[in-house]
């Protein structure tokens, strides 16, 4: 399965999601979470952060984001935490 960079219409495509997630968080500009003020890359890990640091109610109120919008970031959220390697994610992010 290919994995494609869907930020700001980036779309570059990956033969793995861990180089997928990489390249968001080090190839794009990092993003202020509109709920608690935190900086964090943008893509997945801007995604991972709303949803494990936050309420799903305080997620739809800072970004004023649909039911549909909850449910997609959140499947997202699940397909790639189901194929991803997170702690090479984390050795790549850390060098």
Known sequence: MAW?????????VFADVESAVVHQATEHDQCECKVCGTVVPDGYLAIRHAFTEHSR????????ASSAEV???????????????????ATELDR
């Open 4 to 12: 494609e960079c869907g930020i700001d219409g980036c779309g570059e």
């Open 57 to 64: 109610a305080e997620f739809v109120r800072a970004y004023g």
């Open 71 to 89: 449910r997609e970031r959140e499947e997202l959220l699940s397909a790639i935490e189901d194929a991803a390697d997170t702690e090479a994610i």
